[in-house]
């Protein structure tokens, strides 16, 4: 066999991925810790549900991790999911409130139209409720992933209300 072709199957795996997963971004130094914990529990959760996600870490080790500010430059978004063969990628922003409450801002993406985002999911989660918001997040990114599927073959996937608003998480 072909050197190169068994090279290239070994990567086929890691590049067929049902949405590509962004580094969480945090906008301060004291968020990090708090952005890494939320996107481990949001790839668990895609996963839990069914999508397959490729991490921050496996865009990273392939080489084709979005690069920083990648929303700001025309093409970008585009040019990551055509190289991955993948319909979405998710960019995410966390940040804590004075207040204690974290804010979280995702934006999902598809290749049609990278000016304006598939959906976008704002939501101001008090603390304990991580996991909840991850849970509604994934689930709402996989109906966006089943409509993808199901729909006509260059046909694009009509917007989701901008901005989206997931369902307020119920506070204890």
């Known amino acids: 066999m072909n050197p190169l072709l068994l090279l290239a199957s070994l990567y086929a795996p890691a590049l067929?991925?049902?949405?590509?997963?962004?580094e969480f971004e945090s906008e301060s130094v004291t968020?990090?810790?708090?952005?890494l914990t939320l996107q481990d529990m949001f790839l668990a959760e895609l996963e839990r549900q069914g999508v397959k996600a490729a991490s921050p870490e496996l865009l990273l080790a392939n080489k084709l991790h979005p690069p920083e500010g990648c929303l700001a430059e025309p093409g970008c978004p585009k040019a990551v999911l055509t190289h991955w063969e993948s319909p979405l990628i998710v960019f995410t922003s966390v940040r804590t409130l004075?207040?204690?409450?974290?804010?979280?801002?995702v934006r999902v993406?598809?290749?049609?139209d990278e000016k304006r985002a598939l959906r976008e999911i704002a939501e101001e989660i008090p603390q304990g409720q991580?996991?909840?918001?991850?849970?509604?997040a994934a689930g709402k990114i996989r109906g966006d992933l089943k409509l993808y599927k199901a729909r006509p073959a260059g046909k694009p996937l009509p917007k989701a209300p901008?901005?989206?608003?997931?369902?307020r998480i119920r506070t204890v």
């Open 98 to 105: 004075d207040s204690g409450v974290l804010s979280v801002v």
């Open 162 to 167: 901008y901005p989206f608003l997931a369902p």
């Open 31 to 35: 968020d990090i810790a708090i952005a």
């Open 109 to 112: 993406y598809d290749a049609e």
């Open 130 to 136: 991580e996991a909840e918001f991850c849970r509604l």
């Open 16 to 22: 067929a991925q049902d949405v590509l997963v962004s």
